[in-house]
């Protein structure tokens, strides 16, 4: 028997091994594959091969059964998965279903979640902005987190690594508050959106309207090129998977790039039960990993260990690691695992009307909307609320269509809609605080279909996020009526955490591993050849996107990994 085992060993070992083919396991996977290490990437979905598996990517509204809306017997058998605005005829195959991974909430919580190949990166809003030294220096200076093992400065130069390969349109701003990057042309605003960042520039001193940067190929490069990816179209189709791969995603990017060296081995619907612990060599040694069909479970090893399954899987994965040495979960000495979850509050919106500019009008589907950086506690504490938000707006003429009338007059009607006046909408992403009791734990007695342990989860709002919430609604309120919009509305939705999908934290960087659980390199600070790089890992939020930042972290940990392993 302990030959077999010895042969079972050496068959299934490889480099690396990367739970998770997402935003950042994608990125993990290109940087092993091709600096040369033997990569398997684990994922507990299906395969969805770029250009090969989207099937609706080219479909016209009348070619859906139910004109792409989803049918109520569907969205009663999902009252979760159906809040997110990608849940629809077109998209919702990307979406799991809440069935297919069953989860605990001790307050409501919406846990949106893409188990397929590349995740929620054939899902995301692509919106992709920097973090400024101001966001890396909230926690300390405002004391509602540990501090950050790293800065700007860290991380700026695989901002411009990952930038330059995604593809990211933008402008050259010149903000310290968002700094600049590796851009293609921006998008650019319309004529209300430059009305408005006129009206804003010339009444306040720190507040700045720019076009949202975001991972679409604006301009082809010889990278795009190779990657055999396209520019973007501008058919905002995005969440059905793009079949020029215009917009960024680990399907049409990163993992072909990968697969191309010949280093890359995938296996799907497989879920990762746990990270096996070598106690007497006092590392990881492997994964165990359960097959979702058949739930035979089955033993892969390699040397480096990339856990990047999304922000609360990474956290339900190395809190049911457990060993001798690790009783409470891998790496969690100091118990803190699985604590300090936080997210983005995307509860709050505002609307507006514009009476003017009467002679234009938009045409074509801009896959991305303008944004206004955070302005709020940036440099210092001026409100009753501590950090702030930064805020995405953009602006469309009504179409009013008459359906008046009878043969030539209706037709003539339906042929001819006519616009209306200028309407603007405006939502909020708010930073919350990590706090201890924001957590998700393993439930002791309830498991799911494979044997591992349901995860519960306890986060909610507090009174900081509704101070904030108001303030948001004020100041854009001012702000709007200084740009002489009219027939302004607030609306807070009230939504549960989660639906924002920016769950953050729980395996958190920090200099002293008595308070964090990963290092300046993202490594366990008690397992050093386990990397977590994925949402998991964020000491702090802020108010940005939070994909691009992950992808530099990725990039640089993966850098460190492989020095470390030829030392």
């Known amino acids: 028997m302990a030959n077999i085992n010895l042969d079972n060993e050496k068959e299934?070992?490889?480099?690396?091994?990367?739970?998770?083919?997402?935003?950042?396991?994608?990125w993990a996977a290109k940087e092993f594959a091709e600096k040369g290490l033997k990569t398997l990437v684990i994922e507990r979905g299906k395969e969805?091969?770029?250009?090969?598996?989207?099937?609706?990517?080219?479909?016209?509204?009348?070619?859906?059964?139910?004109?792409?809306v989803i049918t109520q017997k569907t969205r009663d058998e999902n009252p979760i998965a159906s809040r997110c605005y990608v849940f629809n005829e077109d998209a919702e195959h990307f979406v799991s279903k809440d069935k297919e991974h069953p989860y605990i909430q001790e307050k409501p919580f919406d846990w949106i979640k893409g188990y397929q190949t590349g995740g929620k990166s054939l899902l995301w809003a692509r919106q992709t902005q920097r973090w400024s030294q101001y966001d890396f220096d909230g926690p300390r200076r405002d004391g509602f987190a540990v501090e950050w093992p790293i800065g700007y400065k860290d991380l700026a130069p695989w901002y411009s690594y990952v930038?330059?390969?995604?593809?990211?349109?933008?402008?050259?701003?010149?903000?310290?508050?968002?700094?600049?990057?590796?851009?293609?042309?921006?998008?650019?605003?319309?004529?209300?959106?430059?009305?408005?960042?006129?009206?804003?520039?010339?009444?306040?001193?720190?507040?700045?309207?720019?076009?949202?940067?975001?991972?679409?190929?604006?301009?082809?490069?010889?990278?795009?090129?190779?990657?055999?990816?396209?520019?973007?179209?501008?058919?905002?189709?995005?969440?059905?998977?793009?079949?020029?791969?215009?917009?960024?995603?680990?399907?049409?990017?990163?993992?072909?790039w990968a697969m191309k060296t010949g280093n890359l081995t995938m296996i799907?619907?497989?879920?990762?039960?746990?990270?096996?612990?070598?106690?007497?060599?006092?590392?990881?040694?492997?994964?165990?990993?359960?097959?979702s069909s058949t739930k035979e479970d089955k033993e892969y090893y390699a040397s480096i260990i990339f856990v990047n399954a999304g922000a609360l899987n990474t956290n339900l994965i190395l809190l049911n690691s457990t060993s001798g040495r690790f009783p409470q979960g891998l790496g969690n000495d100091n118990g803190l695992m699985g604590k300090f979850i936080a997210f983005h509050n995307y509860r709050a919106t505002i609307y507006a009307e514009y009476d003017g500019y009467s002679d234009k009008h938009t045409t074509g589907r801009e896959p991305t909307t303008s944004y206004l950086p955070r302005f709020r506690n940036v440099k210092k504490q001026e409100t009753d609320?501590?950090?702030?938000?930064?805020?995405?707006?953009?602006a469309r003429r009504q179409i009013i269509t008459d359906y008046n009338g009878f043969g030539e007059e209706l037709k003539e009607n339906l042929l001819n809609p006519k616009y209306g006046v200028w309407q603007m909408r405006s939502h909020m992403m708010g930073e919350t605080i990590p706090k201890e009791t924001n957590h998700v734990k393993l439930d002791v007695t309830k498991t799911d279909d494979w044997g591992i342990p349901l995860l519960r989860i306890d986060v909610d709002y507090d009174e900081n996020d509704e101070k904030m919430v108001k303030d948001y609604h004020e100041q854009f309120t001012e702000m709007f009526e200084m740009a002489g919009f009219s027939n302004i509305k607030t609306q807070d939705s009230k939504q549960a955490p989660g639906l924002d999908i920016h769950e953050m934290g729980g395996v958190r960087m920090g200099k002293d591993p008595k308070t964090s659980l990963l290092n300046k390199w993202n490594q366990l600070h008690a397992c050093k050849n386990v990397y977590v790089t994925d949402g998991a890992c964020m000491t702090s939020t802020s108010t940005q996107n939070p994909?691009?930042?992950?992808?530099?972290?990725?990039?640089?940990?993966?850098?460190?990994?492989?020095?470390?392993?030829k030392a």
């Open 12 to 26: 299934n070992s490889y480099d690396v091994i990367v739970i998770g083919s997402g935003m950042s396991g994608g």
């Open 48 to 68: 969805v091969k770029h250009n090969v598996n989207y099937p609706t990517t080219n479909l016209n509204p009348w070619e859906f059964k139910h004109r792409g």
């Open 163 to 256: 930038e330059k390969f995604v593809g990211i349109a933008g402008n050259y701003d010149g903000l310290d508050i968002l700094p600049d990057g590796e851009f293609l042309p921006g998008m650019g605003l319309n004529c209300i959106e430059e009305h408005f960042k006129s009206s804003v520039e010339k009444n306040y001193s720190d507040r700045y309207v720019i076009s949202g940067r975001c991972a679409h190929i604006t301009e082809q490069r010889d990278i795009f090129a190779k990657q055999g990816r396209a520019t973007c179209q501008y058919r905002n189709l995005c969440q059905r998977g793009c079949p020029f791969g215009g917009y960024f995603s680990s399907n049409s990017s990163t993992l072909p």
């Open 268 to 291: 799907h619907n497989s879920v990762v039960h746990s990270i096996l612990y070598d106690d007497q060599k006092e590392k990881a040694k492997g994964v165990r990993v359960i097959d």
């Open 385 to 394: 609320f501590l950090r702030g938000y930064a805020a995405g707006f953009s």
């Open 547 to 565: 994909s691009l930042t992950y992808m530099a972290l990725t990039a640089r940990a993966c850098d460190h990994a492989i020095k470390e392993s």
